[in-house]
Antibody, heavy 115, light 110 residues
Framework: QLQLVESGGGVVQPGRSLRLSCVAS????????MHWVRQAPGKGLEWVAV????????YYADSMKGRFTISRDNSKNTLYLQVDSLSPEDTAIYYC????????WGNGTTVTVSS | QSALTQPASVSGSPGQSITISCTGT?????????VSWYQQHPGKAPKLMIY???NRPSGVSNRFSGSKSGNTASLTISGLQTEDEADYYC??????????FGGGTKLTVL
């Protein structure tokens, strides 16, 4: 079945970096555009970034530019999100989602930024 | 990239219909037919309910419908059921190839 599984979250100190992963199964990962979306505790959904099926095009929310890097390895069916200079405001559940319409979502990985 | 505007909350009784609005600009909602709607129950991942303004994915009840007029998209749920109680979010493609979510609407089924 179609599945996305995020990992890489945890408790991290402010100023550190983290790389999140999203492993896809049940479909041809390399054929689809992919998104990252986050949700801070008790808050709404916030779009983070999108990457084209081949990785050649990447776009970020204005507030994410500079510290966030989206990438993918189609040979490993894996999507990545590198987050640098983490701050407490980055505390959130991070979801990956498939295609423009976000028709398939993972269950998310939780990132907590705290000293 | 300002968030799309949704009402913070709406409510209805079982069997009734409700509509949730999602207002943007000509650079997002009004400029493209790429508006989607998601349902999110507490502690769960979002679920796609409507894509490209008015299309329903396979498996989504036909009680859910979407539309758009100008810079405002709408999600209508007819025949409200208790299980429809959830948060609902809209999202739109934008003129800078990015996406922007609405702030979310909490639906209460009384």
């Amino acid at each position: 079945q179609l599945q996305l599984v995020e990992s890489g979250g945890g408790v991290v100190q402010p100023g550190r970096s983290l790389r999140l992963s999203c492993v896809a199964s049940g479909f041809s990962f390399g054929s689809y555009l992919m998104h990252w979306v986050r949700q801070a505790p008790g808050k709404g959904l916030e779009w983070v970034a999108v990457i084209s099926y081949d990785g050649n095009s990447k776009y970020y929310a204005d507030s994410m530019k500079g510290r966030f890097t989206i990438s993918r390895d189609n040979s490993k069916n894996t999507l990545y999100l590198q987050v640098d200079s983490l701050s407490p405001e980055d505390t959130a559940i991070y979801y990956c989602a498939r295609r423009g319409s976000m028709d398939v979502w993972g269950n998310g990985t939780t990132v907590t930024v705290s000293s | 990239q300002s968030a799309l505007t949704q009402p913070a909350s709406v409510s209805g009784s079982p069997g009734q219909s409700i509509t949730i609005s999602c207002t943007g600009t000509s650079s997002d909602v009004g400029g493209y037919n790429y508006v989607s709607w998601y349902q999110q129950h507490p502690g769960k991942a979002p679920k796609l309910m409507i894509y490209e303004v008015s299309n329903r994915p396979s498996g989504v009840s036909n009680r859910f419908s979407g539309s758009k007029s100008g810079n405002t998209a709408s999600l209508t749920i007819s025949g409200l059921q208790t299980e429809d109680e959830a948060d609902y979010y809209c999202i739109s493609y934008t003129s800078t190839y990015t996406r922007v979510f609405g702030g979310g609407t909490k639906l209460t089924v009384l």
